[in-house]
């Protein structure tokens, strides 16, 4: 199970997140623009609903431009551990 810290997203097109995040809540829907490490160029998630977004790579960049979805939270992974436990 992965551990979660939650961060508030102030988009940028300079400035990375602290760490990759694996969801984002979109509290007023809209596009979202988001860029991995591995990609030169933003991806734009057209009209994104209320509620988690879950992407299907983590991202590093939330962009400014492109994004007009507002009240965005982050999910950030941040390790995982096995939960699974042995009786002998």
């Given at each position: 199970m992965a551990n979660l810290a939650?961060?508030?997203i102030t988009p940028?097109?300079?400035v990375p997140q602290?760490?990759?995040?694996?969801?984002?809540?979109?509290g007023v829907s809209g596009d979202v623009a988001v860029k991995?490490?591995?990609?030169?160029a933003a991806v734009t998630l057209k009209a994104a609903p209320v509620g988690w977004l879950k992407?299907?790579?983590?991202v590093l960049f939330v962009m400014a431009t492109?994004?007009?979805?507002t009240?965005?939270?982050?999910?950030?992974?941040?390790?995982?551990r096995s939960t699974a436990?042995?009786?002998e």
């Open positions: 939650y961060i508030a940028s097109d300079t602290p760490t990759l995040v694996t969801d984002i809540y979109v991995s490490t591995f990609d030169s992407l299907p790579h983590a492109g994004t007009a979805a009240n965005l939270v982050g999910a950030l992974a941040l390790s995982v436990t042995s009786n």
